[in-house]
């Protein structure tokens, strides 16, 4: 995505990938194109106020329907649908938990809803106490979606280049040098680290533990329309579960 900006911009780009493009934590993404934070809106309005919580919300947004947006102007088939996105409370406790979150984002003018038991007991095979329907929202093949993102920016003039192992970053005053494994250097003004959770290594303070998740596919399926709206859904809870359907069902 940033190559893609940028290079739309007029801005000289170099991406550098250390396996292959598209792979690790893209390929395994959950492809739930949301503007949810990891934190909910009530949360985060406890820790930082009402202004930058819904500030942030607000960008989280944009950024989505920018997405949305770009994906039309793509080559390939992205597999990119709009289709609501469910938040599925697991315990009475969480209903709460939605419904304090129902009423933040209502304030706020987002658009969610939030199910009583007689409508989940209509649109959903399986009972839960409470559910928060959140639109826009979308899933995408993560794999076609960041190919297809890379294909434009090589057409605006960016360098790919896959493969390239390990890097060593040299900082000097006003430009930074990339020392690639296999040899070559890349002198820039900037350097952006988009690597996902592997950037952690590059930061002076632990943020985060890792821990391994997992994902499952079934076989394609004789259904079209699974539940309402063939939503992506996901739980309350850490870790969530999480669930979509797929194009070839």
Same mark, same amino acid.
């Given at each position: 995505? +940033?190559?893609?900006?940028? %290079? ?6 170099? @991406?550098? #990938? ?10 395994? %993404?959950?492809? +739930?194109?949301?503007? *949810? ?22 960008? %989280?947004?944009?950024? @989505?329907?920018?997405? =949305?947006?770009? *994906?039309?102007? @793509? ?18 406790? /969480? ?24 409508? =989940? ?6 009972? !839960? ?11 995408? *093949? ?6 297809? +993102? ?8 960016? +360098? ?5 192992? #390990? ?18 250097? =890349? ?10 959770? #592997? ?19 079934? #076989? ?6 699974? !539940? ?9 809870? /850490? ?11």
């Amino acid at each position: 995505l +940033l190559a893609h900006s940028l %290079s739309e911009k007029g801005v000289a780009v170099v @991406l550098l #990938e250390r396996g292959h493009m598209a792979m690790g934590s893209t390929a395994a %993404s959950t492809a +739930l194109l949301q503007y *949810d934070i990891d934190l909910a809106l009530h949360e985060l309005v406890d820790r930082m106020g009402e202004k930058r919580a819904v500030r942030a919300y607000e960008l %989280s947004l944009r950024a @989505l329907n920018d997405l =949305i947006e770009i *994906d039309p102007k @793509l080559d390939g088939d992205t597999e990119l649908t709009k289709r609501p996105s469910l938040r599925l409370a697991r315990t009475k406790k /969480d209903a709460a938990f939605l419904e304090k979150e129902y009423e933040a984002r209502s304030r706020s003018g987002f658009d969610v809803e939030l199910w009583d038991a007689t409508r =989940i007991t209509k649109n959903l095979p399986f009972a !839960w106490p409470a559910v928060l329907e959140t639109t826009p929202s979308a899933t995408a *093949d993560p794999y076609r979606l960041t190919h297809a +993102l890379l294909h434009s920016a090589a057409d605006n003039g960016a +360098l790919l280049f896959d493969k390239a192992g #390990e890097a060593r970053i040299e900082r000097r005053p006003r430009s930074v040098v990339v020392h690639t494994k296999r040899g070559p250097k =890349i002198t820039a003004r900037k350097i952006v680290i988009a690597c996902g959770y #592997e950037a952690v290594d590059h930061l002076p303070i632990k943020v985060v533990s890792l821990s391994s998740t997992y994902a499952l596919v079934t #076989e394609p399926l004789p259904d079209e329309n699974f !539940w309402y709206k063939n939503s992506s859904f996901w739980t309350t809870g /850490d870790p969530y579960y999480y669930g979509r359907t797929t194009p070839d069902n």
